[in-house]
């Protein structure tokens, strides 16, 4: 039986996935999804998010936020996967993870985690060198990266206004920056992982927006399946398109469970 503390956390969980369902559906209007194809920053819809705390919710209370557990705060991701949410949502919250895990603040604001980097700490606590794979990197406060520090692996977290970027796209056409930056002051501190636990996590965020993204093409193709009508009668009922639907269904199921397990397992890990 659950305890009222594991009843709290679910009632919690859900309440943050229906209040970003609510304000992506409500934000994401067809002119702010042009705008950010175009390159523009949404402003307007990640200042939405920041008022009700969605980027800080996998934070501890004592870090500024909600203190849901962290598997429960990841589940976000698939209601951002849901809406094709073009903003680095994932990677703040992971970003905001890593740090807080690490015992650095977490600055405000949007935040990358460098998918790879070439770094030096000096014993100065001034970092070197450059870093690739950077979402929205010419948009976010801070980049975090892995580090060679002088006793080891450390973590960093580079003020974006301090960095030089160099802008390029993903596969998705959103924007995935390099950066390179010398003798930056940073906050830093021992790295408690490595740089496959690092991508490990960031591959687990991924994995639920994209589980949240099938789940909505599944949604979508029934909806239209039913809606679309030929020879008197829609599309729907007949049964070569009822069984690509069924195997479409499975398949998103499948994705959200691999997406759950994968919440679960950074959840073990954080």
Known sequence: MDSPTDIQADDAGAMLRETADRLLADRLTPQARARSAEGEWPDDVWAALDEVG????????????????????????????????????????LAGLILARAGIQVPAGPLAVAQGSDVRLDNAGRATGHAWGVPWGRHVRAVVVLADGPGGPVLVALPQAALTVEPGTDIAGDPSDAVRFEAVAAESAPAPFGAAELRAAGAATRALMMAGALGAVSTMTVGYANERRQFGRAIGQFQAVQQNLAVLAGQAASAAAAAGLAAEAVAAWA
């Open 54 to 93: 969605l980027p800080a919710a996998i934070l501890p209370e004592e870090a500024g936020g909600f203190g849901v557990p962290v598997a429960d705060a990841l589940a976000l991701l698939t209601v951002a996967g849901s809406h094709a949410l073009p903003l680095p949502l994932a990677d703040t919250m």
